[in-house]
């Protein structure tokens, strides 16, 4: 039994599906204080002239993507069980958000390498040599306009994907990919789409949501092992 009064450390895991990949992460860290509030837990509160709620998020997701692998942490203020703090944190869930695991941090965000991400293709161009394309395109070198806080750069994207594969599945190109994901390199999956848009022209590259979607499945660490 923890102590009544120690402050507990708590790693929740939940999934961000549907209309709610659209979401900004601010937009979810605002969503994510208040339902924390309003279930009842007694999260721990920031000092200083205007005490938050403290959360802290893994890898922000960017917005049109989906996932069944996010996390937050946070810590309260006295014991409560992981199975209570599932139960008043999912009662107060949107339908599109499910708590899959509540449990004690042992490793910090910072151990996160990799992502590892589905990217379903189903522009009506997909042709039956499309998924043998793109995994060509992406055996070598790859020149793509990537963002950051400092501007544009044209970078190899390639350098960024740990390992990719596409297949044809019923239409569609199906994509399993694993893309470095820390804080000192990172890939938004949605650069790899927009390259199979630039040169195997199957999508337009003005609305490339139109024609995939993405999911991010799990977060691993340098070994590749599953992030938890």
Same mark, same amino acid.
């Given at each position: 039994?923890? &102590?009544?009064?120690?402050?507990?450390?708590?790693?929740?895991?939940?999934?961000?599906?549907?209309?709610?990949?659209?979401?900004?992460?601010?937009?979810?860290?605002?969503?994510?204080?208040?339902?924390?509030?309003?279930?009842?837990?007694?999260?721990?509160?920031?000092?200083?002239?205007?005490?938050?709620?403290?959360?802290?998020?893994?890898?922000?997701?960017?917005?049109?993507?989906?996932?069944?692998?996010?996390?937050?942490?946070? /810590?309260?203020?006295?014991?409560?069980?992981?199975?209570?703090? /599932?139960?008043?944190?999912?009662?107060?869930?949107?339908?599109?958000?499910?708590?899959?695991?509540?449990?004690?941090?042992?490793?910090?965000?910072?151990?996160?390498?990799?992502?590892?991400?589905?990217?379903?293709?189903?522009?009506?161009?997909?042709?039956?040599?499309?998924?043998?394309?793109?995994?060509?395109?992406?055996?070598?070198?790859?020149?793509?306009?990537?963002?950051?806080?400092?501007?544009?750069?044209?970078?190899?994207?390639?350098?960024?994907?740990?390992?990719?594969?596409?297949?044809?599945?019923?239409?569609?190109?199906?994509?399993?990919?694993?893309?470095?994901?820390?804080?000192?390199?990172?890939?938004? &999956?949605?650069?790899?789409?927009?390259?199979?848009?630039?040169?195997? /022209?199957?999508?337009?590259?003005?609305?490339?949501?139109?024609?995939?979607?993405?999911?991010?499945?799990?977060?691993?660490?340098?070994?590749?092992?599953?992030?938890?």
């Amino acid at each position: 039994m923890v &102590p009544e009064k120690e402050i507990m450390p708590v790693r929740i895991k939940f999934t961000k599906l549907g209309d709610l990949m659209y979401i900004s992460h601010l937009d979810l860290a605002r969503t994510m204080q208040r339902i924390i509030v309003r279930s009842g837990v007694d999260i721990w509160y920031s000092e200083g002239f205007n005490p938050q709620p403290r959360i802290v998020f893994a890898l922000p997701l960017p917005v049109g993507v989906e996932s069944t692998c996010e996390l937050m942490d946070f /810590k309260i203020n006295s014991y409560m069980s992981f199975e209570e703090i /599932k139960e008043r944190v999912q009662r107060n869930f949107p339908r599109e958000m499910e708590v899959l695991e509540v449990y004690s941090p042992e490793v910090k965000f910072k151990s996160i390498a990799y992502a590892d991400y589905t990217i379903v293709l189903h522009s009506p161009k997909i042709q039956a040599d499309t998924a043998d394309n793109v995994n060509s395109l992406f055996s070598k070198e790859c020149i793509i306009t990537k963002k950051s806080k400092s501007g544009e750069r044209e970078v190899d994207i390639c350098t960024f994907i740990k390992s990719l594969n596409a297949s044809a599945q019923n239409g569609t190109v199906v994509i399993n990919t694993v893309v470095n994901a820390g804080n000192e390199s990172n890939l938004n &999956p949605e650069l790899i789409v927009q390259a199979i848009a630039k040169y195997l /022209k199957i999508m337009d590259s003005n609305s490339i949501d139109e024609y995939c979607t993405i999911m991010r499945n799990k977060m691993l660490d340098e070994e590749l092992n599953e992030f938890k």
